[in-house]
C-alpha cells in the first residue's frame, strides 16, 4: 500500500469521523447536505491526484491547474445547490468553505511532504 493512499486515506477518515463525533454532540453547525459536501469534496481529490499521478509528474503548473479547475468546479457546485434553493444558505456556504479549505490546506502539506522527500 503506498504512503500516498495511507495518507489519504487517514486524513478521509478522520475528517468523516471527527464530523460524525461533533454531529452526535448535538452542535448545530453542520448542513444538513454537509455529507454531500465531503463526499463531493472527495470524488474531486480523487480525480485531480489521480491525473496528476497520471502524468507521472507532479509539476508546479499541474498542481496550479488541478488547484484551479477545483476551485471552478467547487463555484459551480455552490452556485448549483444555491440555485435549486436549499434552505440555510448561508450555513450550507460556510460549511462548503470550510470544508474546502482544509482539503486544500491537506493537499499542501501532501506536496511539501513530497517536497521534502525529493531533496
Do not use: A
Not at 454537509?34 to 470524488?43: A, E, K
Request: charged content about 10%.
Amino acid at each position: 500500500m503506498s504512503k500516498f493512499f495511507v495518507v489519504n486515506f487517514s486524513f478521509y477518515l478522520f475528517f468523516i469521523l471527527g464530523s460524525i463525533l461533533l454531529s452526535n454532540l448535538n452542535f448545530h453547525i453542520f448542513h444538513h447536505h454537509f455529507y454531500v459536501i465531503i463526499l463531493f469534496n472527495i470524488i474531486i481529490d480523487f480525480f485531480f491526484k489521480g491525473l496528476v499521478n497520471f502524468f507521472n509528474s507532479p509539476g508546479v503548473y499541474r498542481v496550479l491547474l488541478s488547484t484551479f479547475f477545483r476551485l471552478f468546479l467547487s463555484f459551480i457546485f455552490i452556485f448549483l445547490f444555491l440555485f435549486l434553493q436549499v434552505n440555510d444558505q448561508i450555513l450550507f456556504v460556510i460549511n462548503f468553505l470550510v470544508v474546502y479549505l482544509l482539503f486544500i490546506i491537506f493537499e499542501i502539506s501532501i506536496l511539501l511532504l513530497n517536497l521534502r522527500d525529493t531533496n
